[in-house]
């Protein structure tokens, strides 16, 4: 614990579902998702041993998502 609090990085698992009630609107709307996309962009924020601080991360999921088509 001495560790993660000095070096300001924490290990990460994340999982997320999604649940919708009631009637779905009659919108146009498709969803994608890239995991492997993901998984490079956040490689990208690791240091040389493989951590991420957690400021990093805050500023990587505080960005407006790109869009497609």
Known sequence: ????????????????????TGIAPRLPVKIAFDPPLLHRLLAELCDESGLVSRSALVQFFSKEPARSG
């Open 1 to 20: 614990m001495k560790e993660l609090l000095v070096r300001d990085t924490w290990p990460v698992r994340a999982q997320a579902e999604l649940e919708l």
